[in-house]
């Protein structure tokens, strides 16, 4: 049971370039959602989704795409990677039942450097 | 939308004594309240959570205290040992599973 996956763990890109970050559950979470770290800003929403097909905005989406075509698989795309996209990235999922709360599994991260 | 507040911090404690990590949220909706502890290098990771309808809950060395009227909760970690040593966020979600992180505090324990 791997939990949540995140690969890769480091990447460098230049300006411009276009890149996705991948995640992967297999906890059959309905759940999932992708923030970013920054020092002192905390984590901060990027997208979510709660289920394969459904994805919505979260606190901070610009520059980013998300899909959702399966249950276990929820990609981040970097468009245009931009200085300001420097952080880590963390991929998050739970089970997601109406009116009822679980604790979030994260991946380890993937901490990425916009040059 | 919902806003955690987190504060102190930074925290520093001397091995064995307790430490009290405080958090607000504005969104009177919002019924669950977890706990995460962030070590170097590596992703949040639940260490205990409360529910609205609870005051406080116990587990081990650490505990959580809601008080619903003033929106803030606590977390309370007693005997820290230094691998108590991270960063700890609290969050908040109402109905939709949306976790609204607060900042994070660096909880040093010195030996």
């Known amino acids: 049971n791997a939990g949540v996956t995140q690969t890769p763990k480091f990447q460098v890109l230049k300006t411009g370039q276009s890149m996705t970050l991948q995640c992967a559950q297999d906890?059959?979470?309905?759940?999932m959602s992708w923030y970013r770290q920054d020092p002192g800003m905390g984590l901060r929403l990027i997208h979510y989704?709660?289920?394969?097909?459904?994805?919505d905005q979260g606190e901070v989406p610009n520059g980013y795409n998300v899909s959702r075509s399966t249950t276990e698989d929820f990609p981040l795309r970097l468009l245009s990677a931009a200085p300001s996209q420097t952080s880590v990235y963390f991929c998050?999922?739970?089970?997601?039942?109406?009116?009822?709360?679980?604790?979030?599994?994260f991946g380890s991260g993937t901490r990425l450097t916009v040059v | 939308g919902e806003n955690v507040e987190q504060h102190p911090s930074t925290l520093s404690v001397q091995e064995g004594d307790s430490a009290v990590i405080k958090c607000t949220y504005s969104?009177?909706?919002?019924?669950?309240f977890p706990w995460y502890k962030q070590e170097l290098g590596k992703g949040p990771q639940l260490i205990i959570d409360?529910?609205?309808?609870?005051g406080e809950k116990k587990d081990q060395r650490i505990a959580v205290t809601l008080n619903k009227t003033a929106k803030h909760f606590s977390l309370h970690i007693t005997e820290t040992q230094p691998e108590d040593s991270a960063v700890y966020f609290c969050?908040?979600?109402?109905?939709?599973?949306?976790?609204?992180f607060g900042k994070g505090i660096t909880l040093s324990v010195r030996p």
């Open positions: 969104d009177s909706a919002s019924n669950y």
């Open positions: 969050a908040a979600a109402g109905a939709n599973s949306k976790l609204t």
């Open positions: 989704s709660v289920g394969a097909g459904i994805t």
């Open positions: 906890m059959n979470h309905e759940y």
């Open positions: 998050a999922s739970t089970w997601a039942l109406t009116g009822t709360n679980y604790g979030y599994t």
């Open positions: 409360i529910r609205s309808n609870v």
